[in-house]
């Protein structure tokens, strides 16, 4: 991030008081200029639009975005690079950010400088609101790819200072540095936070300082991690949906409204099912398109999340909408011999009372078997798994087949992501 891009802050920051008309507005003129931008420079959106019978002036506002077929991830990984960068900017100048691929694709999105500062802004955006300062110091948890090059010119002026931990460190060897730097502000992914919880608790640690805030992102924040969180290092815990597709913060947490203010200004976020948007109160698959995504437009993307969006109104007087939850992703639920899908913190929540288990892991082998892989605690015993097997099969039914594993280590994957529960059943 600029020095001048200071000003686009500001403007963000202002942007989020504005009335939903006024922004529906910024956000259908943004729309408009990237479609056309698209038509003209980009091969792969050229093509489609041809395809279709479709001309940019065909989409005027977010609503006329279903004319547009939906970009998978597959397609996307299928599709040269070539066919996917708009050929009137620079290659040399673009940045790349890379997905973790916890879906099963790790992928590449090239940015240029103002789509990248963008990405930042998004997620400082997120932290003004929920009260960060510019003097906070802030202790951010991330995977080695993650790791920034270089410090900020901003942080040589004290402003906004980071110590950046890696994920797979020993989650005491994280406490020990935390209590050495004493942040103001944690940041870091929801099962990170709550390895440290749970070894701090356990371990009956004192941190010695006040954090003002944790916040969560990159992974569900279930509501028992989110309780023992907050207990733990008697602190808020926010939560803030991103992603690289998504340009960054696409929604963050509102205490006062009860769930997450999309950045409409940023992003376009669509919630479908079966291909057709859904209603607010339903779920549906989150679908985006990236605002200013002009080196390598991401139009009507599939993020494989699902989520709900509000019914209510805001009540912090922010003109954003709300998201009412977000689920996971969608190989994060199970499904059912009947199809029906179970989300993901139905099964976390099912696990919480079971004693005797340390780490699990559960991947859904197929419609009508599971298997979890555990690691022991100190107070495992005879009933351990008959409780554990009890407990899942209230939510899955009787005839689901529950196979345990006693593992000595439970192997993440190189993603920096912890995913409690894996579907390998194909939809």
Same mark, same amino acid.
């Given at each position: 991030?600029?020095?001048?891009?200071?000003a686009t802050?500001?403007?963000?920051?202002?942007?989020?008081?504005?009335?939903? @008309?006024? $922004?529906?507005?910024?956000?259908n003129?943004?729309?408009?200029? *990237?479609?056309?931008?698209?038509?003209?420079?980009?091969?792969f959106y050229r093509?489609?639009?041809?395809?279709?019978?479709?001309k #940019?002036?065909?989409i005027?506002t %977010?609503?006329?975005?279903?004319?547009?077929p939906?970009? =998978?991830?597959?397609?996307?990984k299928? =599709?040269s !690079?070539d066919e996917?960068?708009?050929?009137?900017?620079?290659?040399e100048?673009l940045?790349i $950010?890379? %997905?973790s691929?916890? %879906?099963?694709?790790p992928?590449e999105?090239?940015f240029? &400088?103002?789509a990248?500062?963008?990405?930042?802004?998004?997620?400082?955006? /997120?932290?003004?609101?929920?009260g960060?300062?510019?003097r &906070?110091r802030?202790?951010?948890i991330?995977?080695l790819?993650?790791l920034p090059e270089?410090?900020?010119?901003?942080?040589y002026?004290? *402003?906004?200072?980071?110590?950046y931990l890696?994920?797979?460190?020993d989650?005491?060897e !994280?406490i020990?540095? $935390?209590?050495?730097?004493?942040?103001?502000?944690?940041?870091?992914?929801?099962?990170?936070l709550?390895?440290?919880?749970?070894t701090m608790? &356990?371990?009956k640690?004192?941190?010695g300082?006040q954090?003002? /805030?944790i916040?969560?992102?990159?992974e569900?924040?279930?509501?028992v991690?989110? /309780?023992l969180?907050a207990?733990?290092f008697?602190?808020?815990?926010?939560?803030?949906?991103g992603?690289?597709?998504?340009?960054?913060c696409?929604?963050?947490?509102c205490g006062?409204c009860?769930g997450?203010?999309?950045?409409?200004?940023?992003?376009?976020?669509?919630?479908?099912?079966?291909g057709?948007?859904?209603s607010?109160?339903?779920?549906?698959?989150?679908? +985006?398109?990236? $605002?200013?995504s002009?080196?390598?437009? +991401?139009?009507?993307?599939?993020? @494989? &999340?699902?989520?709900i969006l509000?019914?209510?109104?805001?009540?912090?007087?922010r003109?954003? #909408?709300?998201?009412?939850? !977000?689920?996971?992703r969608r190989?994060?639920?199970?499904?059912?011999?009947s199809?029906?899908?179970?989300p993901?913190?139905?099964?976390?929540?099912?696990?919480h009372?079971?004693k005797g +288990?340390?780490?699990w892991?559960?991947?859904? *082998?197929?419609?009508?078997r599971?298997?979890?892989e555990f690691?022991?605690?100190s107070?495992?015993?005879?009933? =351990?798994?008959?409780?554990a @097997?009890?407990?899942?099969?209230?939510l899955?039914?009787?005839?689901?087949? +529950? *196979?345990?594993?006693?593992?000595d280590?439970i192997d993440?994957?190189?993603t920096?992501k912890r995913?409690?529960?894996?579907?390998?059943v194909?939809r």
């Open positions: 991030m600029r020095p001048y891009h200071i802050l500001c403007r963000m920051m202002k942007n989020q008081w504005r009335k939903p @008309e006024e $922004l529906a507005e910024i956000q003129k943004k729309l408009r200029k *990237l479609i056309r931008h698209a038509y003209d420079n980009v091969p093509n489609m639009f041809m395809s279709h019978g479709l #940019p002036d065909d005027r %977010t609503s006329d975005l279903q004319k547009i939906i970009m =998978t991830k597959s397609i996307f299928s =599709t !690079i996917l960068t708009a050929q009137n900017i620079g290659k100048k940045k $950010l890379r %997905t691929g916890s %879906t099963g694709i992928l999105f090239l240029h &400088d103002y990248h500062a963008i990405y930042k802004l998004s997620f400082a955006r /997120a932290y003004f609101s929920n960060v300062g510019l &906070d802030i202790a951010q991330v995977s790819h993650r270089k410090r900020p010119w901003y942080e002026l004290g *402003l906004w200072r980071r110590r890696k994920s797979f460190e989650p005491r !994280i020990e540095k $935390l209590k050495m730097w004493k942040p103001d502000v944690l940041i870091g992914t929801a099962m990170t709550k390895m440290l919880a749970l608790r &356990d371990e640690v004192i941190l300082f954090l003002k /805030a916040f969560s992102s990159s569900l924040l279930d509501r991690s989110r /309780a969180i207990e733990v008697r602190t808020k815990v926010i939560d803030i949906y992603s690289v597709e998504g340009g960054g696409i929604a963050y947490e006062e009860g997450y203010h999309i950045n409409t200004d940023t992003v376009v976020l669509e919630l479908v099912a079966d057709k948007r859904v607010p109160g339903q779920r549906g698959e989150v679908l +985006i398109t990236n $605002l200013h002009y080196a390598m437009p +991401i139009i009507r993307y599939n993020l @494989e &999340d699902i989520a509000s019914n209510g109104p805001s009540r912090c007087g003109g954003f #909408p709300l998201l009412k939850d !977000i689920e996971g190989n994060e639920f199970i499904t059912l011999p199809m029906r899908k179970l993901p913190e139905a099964v976390i929540i099912a696990f009372p079971v +288990i340390f780490q892991r559960l991947i859904q *082998l197929d419609l009508d599971i298997k979890v690691i022991r605690s107070d495992f015993d005879s009933y =351990t798994l008959k409780h @097997e009890h407990r899942i099969k209230k899955t039914g009787k005839d689901m087949e +529950i *196979l345990f594993e006693n593992v280590h993440w994957g190189a920096g995913k409690l529960i894996h579907s390998l194909e």
